[in-house]
């Protein structure tokens, strides 16, 4: 059994050309800070792993001498463990990222983790909901049965607003102060990375959020954060998340309709009315307009579903 974290079984050198490269991707690339600790994880778990397989902790020079019947080796053992592709593919990334760094600085070439190929990934595309369902999600009237106070109610409404007027993340949108919503049609939203992006807070939105703000109990100041919890303190996704399992329950919809699909909807009901991939993708704040593009195959599907549904000879 491997350890979770697997730093007590990492050679001297080789563990601190692991943080150095850590700080690389922190300070350098930016990368978010939960990005990095799962790269961390990754590589000291594919580290372990190589210490139990190969008797002790490889040095660098070890490292570069892997075959890829090591690395497929190691892969079979996360398998056994439970394991899926999608992870699987995720830690190589995260170790092949090691091993460039390792090259680049001139401490060995680690072949063996190139020359193997990830697993196949079978394509689970997003799963919007139906305009008139997202629209609902954000009304604060809709029968709770929580015994919340209205405050509530109101604050969950427009918080469940922003994800889909705005396709914001929910971290996006509980990370808003609350001075980021003044006159202006628009909010600077930090994302992935500290990344910031201005985007659009649709009229119904803005009352949502003043709604709320006139009911909370809470006098939250301009660098206080927009969203509180029932005691006044930051606003927990897990309290966001069970608001909408509630909702999703009151409307007769599937698990699918999670905060996150609420994105999903603004992306896909943009694109179906329309809207620019390029600008669709600065709106979510995405790095790569392949992220992006996921949602015109969302957007095919649906229309597929159109024709067969509709056509006479279908």
Not at 51 to 63: I, N, Y
């Amino acid at each position: 059994m491997h350890s979770t974290d697997g730093a007590h079984r990492v050679a001297p050198r080789v563990a601190t050309e692991v943080e150095s490269w850590l700080r690389h991707l922190g300070a350098e690339r930016r990368m978010a800070a939960k990005t990095v600790e799962a790269y961390r994880r990754d590589v000291l778990q594919f580290l372990a792993f190589l210490a139990e397989h190969r008797g002790g902790a490889p040095s660098l020079k070890e490292l570069a001498a892997l075959v890829p019947a090591d690395v497929r080796a190691f892969m079979a053992a996360r398998r056994a463990q439970g394991i899926g592709s999608r992870s699987l593919t995720r830690m190589l990334a995260g170790t092949r990222a090691f091993a460039r760094y390792l090259e680049r600085s001139g401490k060995g070439h680690v072949g063996a983790l190139a020359a193997v190929r990830a697993p196949k990934i079978g394509k689970n595309l997003p799963r919007p909901l139906a305009v008139a369902a997202a629209k609902r999600m954000a009304d604060p009237d809709l029968p709770a049965g929580d015994g919340h106070a209205p405050w509530i109610h109101a604050r969950d409404a427009a918080v469940l607003g922003l994800l889909y007027g705005s396709g914001l993340r929910l971290s996006e949108a509980l990370g808003l102060k609350r001075g980021a919503i003044g006159g202006s049609d628009v909010v600077t939203v930090t994302g992935k990375g500290g990344k910031q992006r201005m985007v659009p807070v649709l009229p119904q939105v803005k009352k949502l959020i003043a709604d709320y703000l006139a009911l909370s109990p809470y006098d939250v100041p301009d660098h206080g954060p927009l969203f509180v919890g029932a005691k006044g303190g930051v606003l927990s996704p897990r309290l966001v998340q069970l608001a909408m399992a509630r909702l999703r329950g009151a409307l007769g919809l599937p698990e699918t309709a999670t905060p996150h699909a609420l994105r999903h909807s603004f992306a896909t009901h943009l694109l179906a009315r329309g809207g620019d991939l390029r600008s669709i993708q600065e709106l979510l704040g995405h790095a790569s307009l392949s992220t992006t593009q996921i949602y015109t195959a969302v957007d095919a599907e649906r229309l597929i579903e159109a024709y067969r549904s509709a056509h006479p000879r279908a």
